[in-house]
Every structure is written in structure tokens, then in C-alpha cells.
């Protein structure tokens, strides 16, 4: 019998397994398809009028990203395109503002060469905050299940004392903590807490002094070699 069996098998022994949720006959999972010639950008207020945001636009690819522009009129010229911003300011050249009417920058911030503040929200930096050379705050994304690849944006906020370093992402919606790090070429996808510190390939971990960090986290401090500026 036993050799009969295995010549003749069953027909749960014949049945392929199921393939997994969400896969097809092929055992590729279902996706998404959208229409770019649909999407509306419904839900997102650009602040201004068109003659403002065309203004701005000239003014910043015609004096404020240049090295020659003086980095003490920087400030002033965000002003007065309607952003808020603090005293001592230092904000490098290359620096790009997507619309300065939706920034709020705190006292005492410094602000690197070539980082882009792609605020279609509002972005918030808090006094004494640092973003260094090449750092990215991205208020923007889309929904992916979207049949028409809407928005879903939403604001930054970097409490004061925290530091994004070179070429460091902050993604929408998310709040980097008072103290926190976001590590050199680090992607900060959701908040960080007080005092964490986030390395490129790591999780958010907290400083060795404090209640310590999450197993299998990467931990270092603000003078570690991973988040330098």
C-alpha cells in the first residue's frame, strides 16, 4: 500500500499551494495602475496668486540661490515674500524655498549649502535647528492607490535643538523631536522622539545616556562619524 500511495498520490498532494493574499495565478501581488493625465492635485492650496508665485520664482533662481547674494539678505528677502523668520539666521547659498509663505524658521538656525525646503505644506524649523548641506524636507507625496496619483501631503516640524545632517531626508508628516538627529544620508519616514538619533540604515535609537535604544538600533551621538554635517 505504501508503494501504491506513492505512486499514486492524493489529491491534496496533487493541488498546487495557494498562492499568497493579494497574489495572482503568476504569485505577483495585484498593482495599481494610474492615469498622471487624471490627476487633479485636489486638496492642495498654493497660498498665493500666480503673479506672486511667479515673482518668487524669480527672485529665488535670480538672487538667492546664487553664492554672491549676501547671506544676511537672505533672510530678509524671505520675509518679504511672507515667511517667518527668526534673528541670526545663516542660510548658505544653493538653498532652495518652494514657497516662503508656508516657512517658519526659528532664532540662531543654520541652514547648509543646497538644501531643498520642498514646503507644499507648512515647514516649521525651531531655534538653535540645524540642516546641513544637501538635506531634503519633503512635504510632499502622492497616494499610491490613487487611481489618479494624488497628493498626500502633509507639514515638517523640527523641534528646536534638532539636527538634519548632509544629505539627510525628512519625509511629510513628520516630527523631528528637540535634540533628535536625522544622520548623515539618513530617510526620517515617521517622528523621531526627544534626543533620537537616526542613521543611515538604522532605526531611531535614543542617546546612550538616556533609557537606550531599541534592540538591533543604530546608535551614535550628534559627533559620531554617522551624523556628521
Same mark, same amino acid.
Given at each position: 500500500m505504501a508503494q501504491t500511495s506513492a505512486a499514486h498520490p492524493t489529491a491534496a498532494q496533487r493541488a498546487p499551494a495557494p498562492p499568497p493574499d493579494g497574489a495572482g495565478a503568476t504569485g505577483h501581488r495585484s498593482t495599481v /495602475?494610474?492615469?498622471? $493625465?487624471?490627476?487633479?492635485? *485636489?486638496?492642495?492650496?498654493? &497660498? $498665493?496668486?500666480?503673479? @506672486?508665485? *511667479?515673482?518668487?520664482?524669480?527672485?529665488?533662481?535670480?538672487?538667492?540661490v546664487k553664492w554672491w547674494f549676501p547671506a544676511r539678505w537672505r533672510p530678509a528677502l524671505l520675509r518679504a515674500f511672507g515667511a517667518r523668520v527668526g534673528q541670526r539666521v545663516l542660510i548658505r547659498r544653493g538653498v532652495r524655498v518652494h514657497w516662503p509663505w508656508k516657512l517658519d524658521v526659528g532664532d540662531d538656525v543654520w541652514i547648509g549649502e543646497d538644501a531643498w525646503i520642498l514646503n507644499l505644506e507648512p515647514v516649521t524649523i525651531g531655534s538653535d535647528c540645524c540642516v546641513s548641506q544637501g538635506a531634503l524636507l519633503c512635504t510632499g507625496s502622492h497616494r499610491r492607490r490613487s487611481a489618479t496619483f494624488e497628493f498626500d501631503n502633509g507639514p515638517i516640524r523640527l523641534e528646536p535643538g534638532s539636527w #538634519?545632517?548632509? $544629505? %539627510?531626508? #525628512?519625509? $511629510?508628516?513628520? =516630527? @523631528?523631536? +528637540? &535634540?533628535?538627529? @536625522?544622520?548623515?544620508?539618513?530617510?526620517?519616514?515617521?517622528?523621531? *522622539?526627544? &534626543? %533620537? #538619533?537616526? =542613521? *543611515?540604515?538604522? =532605526? +531611531?535609537? =535614543?542617546? +546612550?545616556?538616556?533609557?537606550?535604544?531599541?534592540? &538591533?538600533?543604530? @546608535?551614535? /551621538?550628534p559627533g559620531a562619524k554617522g551624523a556628521t554635517a
Open positions: /495602475t494610474w492615469s498622471l $493625465r487624471g490627476f487633479t492635485g *485636489a486638496g492642495y492650496d498654493k &497660498g $498665493r496668486p500666480l503673479p @506672486v508665485q *511667479a515673482a518668487w520664482f524669480a527672485a529665488l533662481h535670480l538672487l538667492f #538634519v545632517a548632509a $544629505r %539627510a531626508v #525628512v519625509l $511629510r508628516g513628520v =516630527t @523631528v523631536g +528637540p &535634540g533628535a538627529v @536625522v544622520g548623515a544620508g539618513a530617510v526620517a519616514h515617521r517622528d523621531l *522622539a526627544p &534626543g %533620537a #538619533v537616526l =542613521t *543611515a540604515g538604522g =532605526t +531611531p535609537g =535614543t542617546d +546612550p545616556s538616556g533609557s537606550g535604544a531599541p534592540g &538591533g538600533s543604530a @546608535v551614535s /551621538t
